[in-house]
């Protein structure tokens, strides 16, 4: 059974940063592409970032392009999101990822093409 656990978030003043992970297991994660994803109140799920199951193919969505980078360390498991400069647009909870089936192509980005996702974390960026 997949579990994605997120971590990392909180309340925040603008141009500050924070750092969040998400910790999977029930895969062989090192095979898997992961991505981040964020929901606003009264919005739809929305692509922030993703990263191929080696880790060496990132894509970020254009509101974040230059301020959030997305990593991971295949061997303890775990995806992150630095998040920087952070403004009060970027509000949301955060969810990560595992996209369906291996060997995955991170340039993939609709939701429906992932099927296991964590809990969420929320994040409150103050002005």
């Known amino acids: 059974q997949v579990q994605l656990v997120e971590s990392g978030g909180g309340l925040v003043q603008a141009g500050g940063s924070l750092r969040l992970s998400c910790a999977a297991s029930g895969r062989t994660f090192s095979t898997y592409t992961m991505g981040w994803f964020r929901q606003a109140p009264g919005k739809e799920r929305e692509f922030v970032a993703t990263?191929?199951?080696?880790?060496?193919?990132?894509y970020v969505s254009d509101s974040v392009k230059g301020r959030f980078t997305i990593s991971r360390d295949n061997a303890k498991n775990t995806v992150y999101l630095q998040m920087d400069s952070l403004k009060p647009e970027d509000t949301a909870r955060y969810y990560c990822?595992?996209?369906?089936?291996?060997?995955?192509?991170?340039?993939?980005?609709?939701?429906?093409?992932?099927?296991?996702w964590g809990q969420g974390t929320q994040v409150t960026v103050s002005s």
């Open positions: 990822a595992m996209q369906r089936g291996r060997w995955g192509r991170p340039e993939r980005r609709a939701a429906a093409e992932y099927d296991h």
């Open positions: 990263i191929s199951w080696s880790g060496d193919s990132t």
